[in-house]
């Protein structure tokens, strides 16, 4: 069974810095792209930036470009976005989220982390 | 950039009606890109169609996905219970690598 579990979420002042990581289990997680999508509070879905198996193409949102940073360990599984110079804007809930390969949708999510940024 | 627009915003309707979602985008997009999904409260959301018609693994036949150029429909045959909620669209492409519409809010009438 496909996981994802996302985790790091808090609270956090304006200007600070969060590390959000993602686990993954029940699939070959080295071979899959990976997202990270966002949620504002009783707003729509934003994607926020996307990482291909082995690291070699990133992107980002412009929102988030030049102060989030995402990668990924395949040997653990594991897939992370470090967060800095946060802005009230910022505070969503986090999801991290699989590519269905070559079709540009998302296919399996986790239940997400939230990340409030507030002085 | 392209921009897709969900419309209604809000959808009331009874259980056993019909429901027709539409999106929209700004110019025409490859269809192979367009993706479904359903979301319920305080839950990550779900995929139901992608690639316009293909519905995901475990999602019933009443869903049905159409569509094409800037014009895309999901159609909801007979409305279960379980199936009021919010529904996005997304499209894949090159910048943004994911645009997601609105959302319309499917309630129970």
């Known amino acids: 069974e496909v996981q994802l579990v996302e985790s790091g979420g808090g609270l956090v002042q304006p200007g600070g810095s969060l590390r959000l990581s993602c686990a993954a289990s029940g699939f070959m997680f080295s071979s899959y792209v990976m997202n990270w999508v966002r949620q504002a509070p009783g707003k729509g879905l934003e994607w926020v930036s996307y990482i291909t198996s082995s690291s070699h193409i990133i992107d980002y949102a412009d929102s988030v470009r030049g102060r989030f940073t995402i990668s990924r360990e395949n040997a653990k599984n594991s897939l992370y976005l470090q967060m800095n110079s946060l802005r009230h804007e910022d505070t969503a809930v986090y999801y991290c989220?699989?590519?269905?390969?070559?079709?540009?949708?998302?296919?399996?999510w986790g239940p997400g982390t939230k990340v409030t940024v507030s002085s | 950039e392209i921009v897709l627009t969900q419309s209604p915003g809000t959808l009331s309707l009874s259980p056993g009606e019909r429901a027709t979602l539409s999106c929209r985008a700004s110019q025409s997009v490859s269809g192979s890109f367009l993706t479904w999904y359903q979301q319920k409260p305080d839950q990550a959301p779900r995929l139901l169609i992608y690639g316009t018609s293909t519905r995901a693994t475990g999602i019933p036949d009443r869903f049905t996905g159409s569509g094409s150029g800037t014009d895309f429909t999901l159609t909801i045959s007979r409305l279960e219970p379980e199936d009021f909620a919010v529904y996005y669209c997304?499209?894949?492409?090159?910048?943004?690598?994911?645009?997601f519409g609105q959302g319309t809010r499917l309630e129970i009438k």
């Open positions: 989220a699989r590519s269905i390969p070559g079709r540009g949708g998302l296919d399996f």
């Open positions: 997304q499209h894949y492409g090159s910048s943004p690598r994911f645009t």
